[in-house]
């Protein structure tokens, strides 16, 4: 459902009178919630603890099933109606609930006295009781495939036997679809046409108008010269792209400009030799205040985490209605998302080392294996010889007590070591004793909360938790109710539901009905109070930063296709369409088909922009090799071909056919191929493993021993550069080739350039030693003193002027000032991961104009792709979101594809 445009308003949530949430959250996973006690009744029952599910770890696991909602096969979601109805054998059960709370309503399919059973919950999870047999015998069907959710709030006074409750209905937003569904509930008289939203008139007039266009970016750019030219020359004819499109709505849930510049500063902590500069002193303050937080005081109008006072005395929630006497918990700590290259490292830094948090114990670290040793070189620069504290790299190996933690001021640790202690025995490791403070870097590889990483980010004991990120929202509003779940707030909106019924849902337009624009303001007044308390982010173009960095420019330099390359783009393109309007068709007639075989044909056309090469099926054509083996007998030359394809799709940064990421990304935990020949993230397979042991593609038997983790230090011995012929050339390498004679005739100039694909890097690498164009190299096969190896030589080495870059390693935590231009060989979906790899050079220390060049084919899916970027950066503005499309979660959606295909 799109929503119109309009001015933002805001509700006052310090008034007396708490807004009513509506809805809560309908998980329809198999799983059974834990018995909290009560003995089994014919209502419903209570399940055993046999019927959880592999992924439960504990009681929190609830939290990790995946929903309707969450399913990137299942259509938005919209409000059909609403009915009145009852909880029923309350009297077995002891959660405690009050009018116009929010209820958990949770599908009970293992229930061993009602199959159909839908068990009710209050915001702590704590069970109500059950909803009628009759009731649910009507409602299961529907819930089980997927056809609709149910919500549900309380309207009364909880009874010896039943409570009053109103329950919403939800279905999908497809016109077609909608009228279909509207018929068989009223036939099952689930809902009348009077309780109905939107009308069938309604759902007829927008059946007639859904139809997808796109509109094309109007940004002027510069076609490719083939004479020798300057820069001045290109420049002056090249109009600039504004990629920064912040929205006005970002005010309404971040603080302002006017209030960030009057925060409180801080004194220089004398640990600290580096002289912070205003701003940080201010973030400083803002940390340790927020390490430290109080309660609302009584007869206040004061918000603090969502709790405020009633009038008599007790503590009420505002996002879900929860009422308590007792003190509830806040949570210590926040989310410092300041700009990237604003000095998150050095505020932290000098949180950790100020004499204001004198709570003893070590500061536990978590960041990307790339950036740990740059956390501990930000120490030794930034602190006082005499106060520098102890610090311990725990990576690899190793077999750390509790007691040599606390031996040390700060222990930097990766999110692989994390997720590795984790899976391991709970009692040593990073999970042996309660830290001082935990502190994730690059916090939102945590956005998904289903991933290991996420799991046991949850689970570490700390007094404070800190997220830092730039961006705290990737790709979803529900990416930032991940960091509020690992920060530990209360109340209920630590729940997934909960959050996405009173918060995501509504503000992302998926309500309908007359209701919609209340849901919104509530929602957008309830985000602005979490922002405004909990994240603290400053922009590098706001006055009072005042960074004094030097300007920064983007320009699109025009690539044409030559007729061969023209040829073969047409010809795929007609394939890829083909494959959309198959799969259209199947959808529509109930028929299954992966939704990945068109993503693959999409790949294959991005690939095709760069060079002609890459878009052929290297790992397939690899993996012919086995052919004859269903199940690959681990040999010595077996599992050197099964490296060779699993090199080859990090290569073509091929994407996991679970959860359409790329393979490769650290939060994923890297690739692994299977006995059966198919590859996937090691996050996704394990995790299918743990609750089916076969493989998600086939369904052949699977066991851990049958996986093949990648080997970053394997070479293929057929793989070798220097056998590229001239044939290696392409439209785009002849740019990047122009561009760098261009751009290097200034001898103070350096450039990086960024792929996602590390088998067009190769290409480029042969072009530069062709060209005697002297260059670094970072990737994701390499190890991190390689890595850190490449950009002491982009920094040191005047004679290595180019780095050649992935684009997902680079995204993160590297300081690559000593380059002043940038060349993004082509464009990732989310524009999140292109604005980190620029901030890598655009950041404290560039003392140069900095010029981005985005390289973009004419008349290709490359135009389309710069223009759902525009759309993903307008919305991120607001509010740190990003606002998914149809059915998704992945990073692409049907409409991405049909809007990239032209259609």
């Not at 042969?766 to 990737?779: G, K």
């Amino acid at each position: 459902m799109v929503r119109s445009k309009r001015p933002a308003e805001v509700i006052d949530l310090t008034g007396s009178e708490s807004p009513k949430p509506k809805y809560a959250r309908h998980d329809t996973s198999q799983i059974s919630p834990p018995n909290y006690g009560g003995p089994a009744h014919p209502a419903g029952g209570v399940p055993s603890s046999s019927a959880r599910s592999a992924f439960d770890d504990d009681d929190d696991s609830l939290e990790l099933t995946m929903t309707q909602a969450d399913d990137s096969n299942t259509p938005q979601m919209e409000l059909y109606g609403s009915f009145e109805g009852k909880i029923v054998g309350v009297r077995y059960y002891h959660g405690v609930v009050t009018p116009g709370e929010m209820i958990l309503c949770r599908r009970e399919a293992n229930n061993q006295y009602d199959p159909n059973a839908i068990r009710i919950d209050n915001v702590m999870r704590r069970q109500i009781g059950h909803l009628p047999r009759t009731l649910v015998k009507k409602l299961a069907p529907y819930i089980d495939n997927n056809e609709i959710v149910i919500e549900g709030v309380l309207t009364g006074e909880k009874g010896a036997f039943e409570c009053p409750i109103r329950v919403y209905v939800y279905g999908t937003s497809n016109a077609a679809d909608r009228l279909t569904l509207e018929d068989k509930l009223k036939a099952d008289k689930i809902l009348k046409a009077t309780d109905m939203k939107n009308t069938r008139k309604q759902a007829e007039t927008m059946k007639k108008a859904a139809k997808l266009g796109f509109k094309s970016s109007t940004v002027d750019t510069v076609a490719q010269q083939e004479h020798d030219e300057s820069l001045q020359d290109l420049l002056g004819r090249t109009q600039a792209l504004d990629a920064r499109t912040e929205s006005d709505l970002l005010k309404t849930f971040a603080m302002d400009e006017e209030t960030l510049s009057q925060l409180p500063k801080a004194e220089q902590p004398l640990a600290i030799h580096s002289k912070l500069l205003p701003y940080q002193l201010q973030g400083l303050a803002w940390m340790i205040a927020k390490e430290e937080p109080q309660l609302p005081s009584p007869q206040s109008n004061e918000i603090v985490q969502l709790w405020k006072r009633d009038k008599r005395g007790h503590f009420l929630n505002l996002a879900t209605g929860f009422t308590t006497t007792e003190k509830p918990a806040l949570l210590s700590g926040g989310i410092l998302s300041d700009d990237m290259g604003l000095g998150k490292t050095i505020q932290i830094i000098s949180l950790i080392l100020s004499q204001s948090s004198n709570q003893p114990g070590p500061t536990l670290i978590i960041a990307p294996k790339g950036v740990m040793s740059n956390w501990e070189e930000q120490v030794f620069k930034h602190v006082h010889p005499n106060h520098t504290p102890r610090i311990l790299r725990y990576h690899r190996g190793g077999n750390h007590t509790a007691k040599d933690f606390r031996n040390h001021d700060i222990v930097i640790s990766s999110y692989g070591k994390l997720a590795s202690d984790f899976k391991s025995a709970r009692k040593d490791g990073l999970f042996s004793l309660e830290w001082r403070r935990v502190v994730l870097d690059e916090g939102h590889i945590i956005r998904t909360p289903t991933t290991t990483c996420a799991k046991a980010a949850y689970d570490l004991k700390a007094k404070s938790r800190w997220v830092l990120t730039g961006t705290p929202i990737v790709n979803k509003l529900k990416d930032f109710q991940s960091l509020l779940r690992f920060l530990r707030i209360s109340g209920g909106i630590e729940d997934p539901m909960l959050f996405n019924t009173v918060i995501g849902r509504p503000i992302e337009g998926e309500i309908g009905g007359e209701d919609s624009s209340q849901e919104y303001r509530k929602a957008e007044s309830l985000l602005q109070a979490l922002s405004r308390d909990l994240c603290l982010r400053r922009l590098k173009h706001m006055g009072f930063v005042d960074l004094k960095l030097p300007e920064k420019t983007e320009r699109i330099f025009d690539v044409e296709f030559n007729k061969d390359e023209k040829v073969k783009y047409d010809a795929m393109l007609s394939q890829a369409k083909g494959a959309l309007q198959e799969y259209e068709a199947r959808s529509e007639h109930g028929q299954k088909m992966r939704f990945a075989n068109v993503l693959e044909r999409l790949l294959r056309l991005r690939q095709l922009c760069n060079h002609w090469t890459l878009c052929g099926d290297r790992v397939k054509d690899i993996l012919s090799l086995l052919d004859d083996q269903n199940v690959v007998q681990f040999s010595e030359e077996n599992l050197q071909i099964l490296q060779t394809a699993l090199h080859a799709a990090v290569d073509d940064a091929e994407e996991c056919a679970v959860c359409y990421d790329a393979i490769d990304t650290p939060e994923n935990l890297g690739p692994v191929i299977t006995a059966c020949k198919h590859i996937f993230c090691k996050k996704c397979l394990t995790q299918a493993i743990a609750m089916k042991p076969a493989c998600p593609m086939c369904r052949t038997h699977l066991t851990p021993d049958l996986v093949v983790d990648f080997d970053p230090s394997f070479k293929d011995p057929e793989d070798n550069v220097s056998t590229y012929d001239a044939e290696t050339e392409s439209s785009k390498t002849e740019a990047i080739k122009k561009l760098l004679q261009i751009t290097l005739k200034d001898p103070k100039s350096k450039v990086v350039i960024f792929s996602q694909w590390t088998s067009f890097l190769n290409i480029i690498e042969h072009t530069l030693r062709a060209n005697n164009f002297r260059f670094s190299r970072i990737d994701g096969s390499m190890t991190t003193e390689k890595r850190d190896s490449a950009v002491t030589s982009l920094n040191e080495d005047p004679e290595s002027r180019v780095l050649l870059a992935s684009l997902s390693v680079c995204s993160v935590g590297l300081n690559l000032v000593a380059a002043d231009t940038v060349i993004l060989a082509d464009s990732w979906w989310a524009p999140a991961t292109e604005d980190q790899a620029v901030a890598r050079v655009h950041r404290l220390g560039q003392t140069r104009e900095v010029r981005i060049w985005r390289l973009i084919v004419k008349g290709s899916i490359e135009e389309r792709v710069l223009g759902i970027q525009a759309e993903k950066r307008e919305l991120v503005g607001k509010a740190f979101r990003d606002k998914p499309t149809t059915g998704q979660t992945k990073q692409v959606s049907l409409n991405d594809v049909r809007k990239v295909l032209g259609g």
